[in-house]
Structure formats: structure tokens, C-alpha cells
């Protein structure tokens, strides 16, 4: 492809913008920072660079331009990543470039064919009774629209066939799900599409709609591109809500996402189960690290928002629930109470601590001292766990008013716990961390030069020009890459040339280390000419050296003599200078 196309794309998207609207972003100083979404990131790491378009994380080390932000945070391939920033300007990248091919294109463009004949199927004549069905439950057909909601027929064969006469191998279709034994998988159901990060459909759910007796859902399987514990339901449509509402709502099931869809709340995920996995974590985080649990109402749903609260926090979200009564899951809440009630609820959104403690009431008998004992000693234990000293004193006051018990007793038996969990804390293992190679000054000197010449092009002319031996191949390659860059292109900047490289990893790798030195930029070209004239110093040295060794293993007088004449010229050329 054209580097002067892949160039353009890049400078017509703002880095900042487009790393923001895929994790939280907070400027600080001249760059940005977040929670980096390629580790387990509970302190922001990365920064973001508006002035050099690149990002960096000081933990994990990831770095480099928009696209390779995109590849690295969607697991996609560098021409991918091309053609999805180039539509994102309005630059059609031809799709018949080879290296263009998504390994999983034919998948997805099974999945659509699908999706699309199941939204025939409810339109049709024979759709009648599921679209009542769907009236019935309060979804109208904007919603069905929006969802691409769809019906399998009662027919065994239908999708089979058609996907059949397409040329799709039957194999792969079983693979896929969509056929069970060569038939179709789906059989009289109403279909809800499953789609990943980026809205692609790669599975499908099957809810019956008239009672049958059998299992309420059918869900796909486990495919090469649908992982149940990797996906979230609706997080694609609802990544621009939660960047307007500054906070994301995890759910149980679509249905639920759907029903708060109907009534105007459009940043919501479902887990379409009840347990998060650290996948799951990773992408809620990059939406928002401010949480919303709402769970069913039952003794289930509490105890999976305890559990997943537990794991979002010690994850670095800030966690909040919407408590649901009556045992009602969010999709009935909202049809018995209707939406007032649900923002009601959602506005009042208690805090994670607190819904924990409020669950430990459950069974205590207050008139019981074992009961009661039992209450406080759990509660004090959950206190101590809160870092915030202020709300630790004032969730004591409460458990105090709370019991009758004084708060001088409890404050003693809160600081006895948080002594003892002082003393049985284990002191984390030390990071392992690879020990890169140590450099010698000169192998600095030549970075530095490296780093001034991506920043400003009349270090690169002055580089050329002084003729100066690298003596690392590496670093003659950057330098004759980076002259190629600039004398083909006309300018230089450290974002379009990381593209550039994208296919030469070891480039790459230390192009990254290079961009990460704290230099400033406004160096003078007189610290260049000097930090060249080390360099050149430097060769003279290594060639005495190399000479000297030389000459030990050698027994021809005369050419220990032409040898010696060799070292006294260096040396006094490298005296004169």
C-alpha cells in the first residue's frame, strides 16, 4: 500500500480523540493519561502525546501511533487497522489488497447472512405470531430494528440450504453453530444477534415464544470468533453513550440491556451470564472505570453483585449498584415500576461498600448478641478493607447508631483488625523483569541522535552530511531509514515513520525505546556536532583497539612495523582534533 495514504490517514486522526473514546483520558502537563487496557492497569500508566501522536505505557512498555493503538487494543493486523481508521475519514482502502484479508471475513460473512435471513423471517407473514410476541413484551419495531432482532422458522433446514447454495461448506457451518448434524441449529425461535467490539455479528440467541418445553435460551457455542467469557452484549452500540455518561451499566442478560434501551438508557453491557471474566474486566475498563452494577433482584443476583463488585474493585472500578426488590431482574422491574421508578433508582445508586454491608443484614436477629456479634464483626471487616480514613469513621459511626454499640468500642476492634491484617500481610514478590542489555555511553549518545533526528529534520541533513560511522548495525539502519523516510516524503515525525517500520520488528522495538528517553526537544545542533564528534572518537578507539590486538599475534616484523605506523597516525589524528 501507499505510505503516502497510510501517512494521511494517520495525520487526519487526532490520537488524543481517538485513544479517548476508547478509555478515559486526563490531561496532564502537555500529554494525556489513562489506565492502560494492554495490562492489568490499576494506576494510569499510559500517556498519550497530542504533539507527537503516539501513546506510551511505562509499565508494560506497549507504545506506538494510532494504528498500532487499534491493532494492539482489537487484536487486529496493521492493514486492518488501515482500512478501519481510513473509513473512519472517509478513505476507502481497496479491500482486494491482499494483506487487507481478515483471517475470519468468510466467518463474519456467514453470521451476516444469517442475521439478515432471520430478520426476513420475522418480517414475513410467517413472523406474525413472534412479532405479537414481541409487542406483547413492550418491544416495539424500532427496537427490533435497532437490535436486528429475527426468528428461526419451524422449518429444519431453511438456513442450512441457503448458506448451503452460497457455497459455505457444511462443516464449517456445524463449526459455526448455525447447523447442528446438518440441519439447521435454530428451529422456531425468536433470535437476538451477538456482535463483538466492533458490532460485527458472531452469534446468535435463541429465545422460544410459545412455551415449548425446553430450554428458554439457546445460545452459540464457542466458535473462533465467539468466546462467551471474552464478549459483552450491546458494547459496541453503547460505547459512545457511556463516554457521555461518564459511567457504564453491567447487566445479567440482554434482555435487560434492551428493556433500559426502550426507556432511554443506552450505556449498558450485559455479562450474559453472572460472572465476570478478567477479559470481560479489561473491556468494561476501557469503557469506564465508573461502574453500575444491576443484577436480578433475587438471592442469586446479590450474590453475583457481590462477587463481581469484589472483582471490579480490585480491579481499580469505582463500583455503585441499582438494588432491585421484589427479586425482579431490570427487564420486568421496569416493566411492573415503569422508567421513572428505574431512574429513580439509578440516580440514588448506592455505593458498593454499602450494598455489601446492607446484604450482611440479611437473617441477623438484632435481639441476638451471637447474631449481633457476628453482624459487627463482619461489618468492621469490611470496613477495614475501605482505604478512605474519612469513610472508614463515618460507615463506624453508622455501624455504631446502627447496634447501640459505642464507637470507642468499635474503633478498637476496627484497629485491631487492621493491625493483625498489617501484620499477616505478605509483602508482594519482587516484578520480574527482564534485564535489558546496559549500554555504554556511546550506544546512548547514538539514541540521542536518533531521537534529535526524528524531531527535527535539520539534525537529519547534519547527521548525512558529517559522515559519520554508526558502529551499531542497528542504528545504521534507523539512520538510513529514517534519511529514506525524509528525502522521499519531505518531512519527518516520529508517528508516520513508527508506520513506516510497522513490518520490521526489531526496528520497531527499539524505535519505542528510543521515543520513551526524557529528552528535550529544542536541542541545539552545536550538542549534535559534538555528540557526532564523541561517536567518530569512538571508532578511533575501537579500530587502535582492534590494531593492538592485531599486532600481539603478529611475527612479521614489517608488518608489526605497518601495523604500529597505523596506531601513531590515528592516534595523533584523534590528538589533533
Known sequence: MDQSLIN????????????????????????????????????????????????KCFVCGESGNV??????????????????????????????????????????DIYEIACSYYQNNLLSKEGEEARLYLKQRKLDMD????????LSLNKRDMLTNLLVKKGYDLELLNTLGLTSFDVDTYINRVIFPLTNTFGLVNGFSGRIYHGENTNKYLNTTETPIFKKGENLFNYSRAKDSVRHD????????????????????KNCVALMGTSLTNEQITLIKRLSSNVYLCFDGDDAGI??????????????????VIPLKDKLDPDDYILKYGSEKFYSLLSSAILFNDYKINSLKKGVDFNSPNDLTNYINLVL?????????????????????????????????????????????????????????????YEKTMQEIIFYMLEKKEIITLVSRSGVYFP??????????????????????????LSYMENNKEIKSCLNEIVSLELDSSVDSMVILEELKAIKDYNVALEIKRLEN????????????????????????????
Open 8 to 55: 494521511k490517514i494517520r495525520e487526519n486522526i487526532d490520537i488524543v480523540e481517538f485513544v479517548g473514546e476508547k478509555i478515559e483520558l486526563s490531561k496532564k502537563g502537555k500529554n494525556y493519561i489513562g489506565l492502560c487496557p494492554f495490562h492489568n492497569d490499576n494506576h494510569p500508566s499510559l500517556s498519550v502525546s497530542k504533539e507527537k501522536q503516539i501513546f
Open 67 to 108: 494504528f498500532q493503538f487499534l491493532m494492539k487494543f482489537e487484536n487486529i493486523s496493521f492493514m486492518e487497522a488501515v482500512r478501519i481508521l481510513g473509513e473512519r475519514i472517509g478513505i476507502q482502502v481497496a479491500s482486494n489488497t491482499k494483506t487487507l484479508e481478515n483471517k475470519n471475513q468468510k466467518l463474519y
Open 143 to 150: 427496537v427490533i430494528k435497532e437490535f436486528r432482532i429475527g
Open 246 to 265: 461518564k459511567f457504564v451499566i453491567v447487566m445479567e442478560g440482554f434482555m435487560a440491556v434492551i428493556r433500559a434501551y426502550t426507556i432511554g438508557i
Open 303 to 320: 450474590n453475583a453483585t457481590i462477587k463481581n463488585g469484589k472483582l471490579l474493585k480490585d480491579n481499580g472500578c469505582n463500583v455503585k
Open 381 to 441: 471487616k469490611e470496613i477495614s478493607m475501605e482505604d478512605d480514613s474519612i469513610k472508614r469513621e463515618i460507615m463506624l459511626k453508622n455501624l455504631a447508631k446502627e447496634t447501640d454499640v459505642w464507637y470507642n468500642t468499635l474503633e478498637k476492634k476496627l484497629n485491631e483488625i487492621l493491625s493483625k491484617e498489617k501484620t499477616n500481610k505478605i509483602s508482594p514478590l519482587p516484578k520480574i523483569e527482564q534485564k535489558a542489555k546496559r549500554k555504554n555511553k
Open 472 to 497: 551499531n548495525e542497528l542504528y545504521r539502519t534507523i539512520i538510513r531509514e529514517i534519511t529514506y523516510f525524509y528525502e522521499k516524503y519531505g518531512y519527518i515525525n516520529i508517528a508516520d515513520f
Open 550 to 577: 592485531l599486532i600481539r599475534n603478529e611475527v612479521d616484523p614489517l608488518e608489526q612495523a605497518r601495523i604500529s605506523d597505523e596506531i601513531r597516525k590515528l592516534k595523533l589524528g584523534s590528538e589533533k582534533k
